[in-house]
């Protein structure tokens, strides 16, 4: 593959960039609405979640097809019509009637959503050569963070004051702007067609054979625990911080911006803590900060310390997944889109499972012992991930 030009290479990941920011917002938009969508329609909080863990259900299951269409099709390809489908699902899912209408349409923008981030990566493997790919890797992972942050709040401002419609319109407004964006530049800069790739059903065959690969599963297994852990706990943390630090819905969710705050400052000096720190010891620092995160999240009773909580989980969650984002673009370097959407649906299916154990303890007021328990877990992971960075 003929290497970009640094003006060109920086076009691309500005549009990607814009993409992912989209994308994350989209994802964690639902989090802060929780309580109000519960109260609009009439069911548990627990019952609420399913916009939540459905997207990250689809999501995960959509990356099993996205690898495969990336590897044959071009990956920047697909993922334009990945941010069309967004464009035109969020826009549909404003017009929801009922909870059962919202989480299907939620369902389908997992669908669509799937094909953004993860090729992004897998783009970045394909151009990047390893000694500067953590570094890029993190300047996307600051559009997400950025993007993250801007869901987390907008989704409990447009619940509160603007009606939660509005937001699912202001994401399709983003997702077609980004489209567009990403259409023009691969009109004027056309890249190189991955047309010589196997053919799909090929492509099939290399996700079973990845699978058998032992190093692989270890990626795959670690990432999956990692989703349960912290993603599926993200998802009730600004219920949390409503129920039991007492804040409105539009302030929780400002707090959890914190989150990203934590994983914006990571990202924007992920090049100094990597030669502070080294693999291993930004796994093990980001596993302790989570750890500690959860634990003052789940037992605090002041606002800053929910606020301190929030910072030290993003912190910690992005040092340790910047690290295993790295493991993926290289177990697998000739099915690079396949490995690393693999990378993505494992986590994803672990989200949906943290989202779906969690949703039990909502309902009965646990949330204190399941970010407990999730801490305890991190501990382990963070062992796992500390053995596994050190064998290359």
């Given at each position: 593959?003929?290497?970009?030009?640094?003006?060109?290479e920086?076009?691309?990941?500005?549009?990607?960039?814009?993409?992912?920011?989209?994308s994350?917002?989209?994802?964690?938009?639902?989090d802060?609405?929780l309580?109000v969508?519960?109260?609009?329609?009439?069911?548990?909080?627990?019952?609420?979640?399913?916009?939540?863990?459905?997207?990250?259900?689809?999501?995960?299951f959509?990356?099993?097809?996205?690898?495969?269409?990336?590897?044959?099709?071009?990956k920047?390809?697909?993922?334009?019509w990945?941010?069309?489908?967004?464009?035109?699902?969020?826009?549909?899912?404003?017009?929801s009637a009922?909870l059962?209408?919202?989480?299907?349409?939620?369902?389908?923008m997992?669908?669509?959503?799937?094909?953004?981030?993860?090729?992004?990566?897998?783009w970045v493997?394909?151009?990047?050569?390893?000694?500067?790919?953590q570094?890029?890797?993190?300047k996307?992972?600051?559009?997400?963070?950025?993007?993250?942050?801007?869901?987390?709040w907008?989704?409990?401002?447009?619940?509160?004051?603007?009606?939660w419609?509005?937001?699912?319109?202001v994401?399709s407004?983003?997702f077609?702007?980004?489209?567009?964006?990403?259409w023009?530049?691969?009109?004027?800069?056309?890249?190189?067609?991955?047309?010589?790739?196997?053919g799909?059903?090929?492509?099939?065959?290399?996700?079973?054979q990845?699978l058998g690969?032992?190093?692989?599963r270890w990626?795959l297994?670690?990432?999956?625990?990692e989703?349960?852990?912290?993603?599926?706990?993200?998802?009730?943390m600004?219920t949390?911080?409503h129920?039991h630090?007492?804040l409105?819905?539009?302030a929780?969710?400002?707090?959890?911006?914190?989150?990203?705050v934590?994983?914006?400052?990571?990202?924007?000096m992920?090049?100094r803590?990597?030669?502070?720190?080294?693999e291993?010891?930004l796994?093990?620092?980001?596993?302790?900060?989570?750890?500690?995160?959860?634990?003052?999240?789940?037992?605090?009773?002041?606002?800053?310390?929910?606020?301190?909580?929030c910072t030290?989980?993003?912190?910690?969650?992005y040092?340790l997944?910047n690290?295993?984002q790295?493991?993926?673009?290289?177990?697998a370097?000739?099915?690079?889109?396949?490995?690393?959407?693999?990378?993505a649906s494992s986590l994803f299916?672990?989200?949906?499972?943290?989202?779906?154990?969690?949703?039990?303890?909502?309902?009965?007021?646990?949330?204190?012992y399941?970010?407990?328990?999730?801490?305890?877990?991190?501990?382990?992971?963070?062992?796992?991930?500390?053995?596994?960075?050190?064998?290359?």
């Amino acid at each position: 593959m003929t290497p970009l030009t640094p003006h060109l290479e920086s076009q691309y990941l500005k549009v990607l960039g814009l993409a992912g920011f989209a994308s994350m917002a989209a994802m964690r938009i639902g989090d802060p609405m929780l309580v109000v969508l519960s109260e609009e329609f009439q069911v548990s909080t627990g019952d609420a979640s399913a916009v939540v863990s459905v997207y990250a259900v689809v999501y995960g299951f959509s990356q099993l097809l996205y690898g495969p269409l990336g590897d044959r099709f071009g990956k920047l390809r697909v993922v334009s019509w990945a941010v069309l489908a967004c464009a035109l699902f969020s826009a549909i899912t404003c017009m929801s009637a009922n909870l059962p209408m919202l989480v299907i349409m939620r369902g389908f923008m997992g669908m669509a959503g799937a094909g953004i981030i993860p090729l992004a990566m897998a783009w970045v493997g394909d151009q990047v050569p390893y000694e500067r790919r953590q570094e890029t890797l993190a300047k996307i992972m600051s559009a997400t963070v950025i993007g993250m942050m801007s869901g987390l709040w907008f989704g409990g401002f447009a619940a509160d004051a603007l009606g939660w419609r509005s937001a699912f319109v202001v994401l399709s407004v983003l997702f077609s702007v980004a489209a567009a964006m990403l259409w023009r530049l691969l009109r004027r800069h056309p890249l190189a067609s991955a047309c010589d790739a196997p053919g799909l059903w090929a492509s099939l065959r290399t996700t079973g054979q990845l699978l058998g690969m032992p190093r692989v599963r270890w990626v795959l297994s670690v990432t999956a625990s990692e989703g349960a852990l912290v993603f599926g706990s993200m998802a009730f943390m600004p219920t949390h911080l409503h129920q039991h630090y007492g804040l409105s819905v539009v302030a929780a969710g400002s707090v959890m911006m914190l989150y990203g705050v934590g994983g914006l400052f990571y990202s924007q000096m992920a090049r100094r803590w990597l030669a502070w720190l080294g693999e291993r010891g930004l796994v093990r620092t980001g596993a302790g900060l989570i750890v500690s995160g959860f634990l003052l999240l789940a037992w605090g009773s002041a606002a800053w310390q929910g606020m301190l909580a929030c910072t030290l989980t993003g912190l910690g969650f992005y040092m340790l997944h910047n690290t295993l984002q790295v493991q993926a673009t290289q177990m697998a370097p000739a099915a690079r889109g396949t490995a690393v959407t693999l990378f993505a649906s494992s986590l994803f299916f672990g989200q949906s499972t943290g989202v779906l154990l969690m949703a039990q303890s909502v309902d009965m007021g646990w949330l204190a012992y399941a970010f407990t328990a999730a801490a305890v877990c991190v501990i382990a992971l963070g062992a796992v991930v500390y053995r596994l960075v050190g064998r290359h």
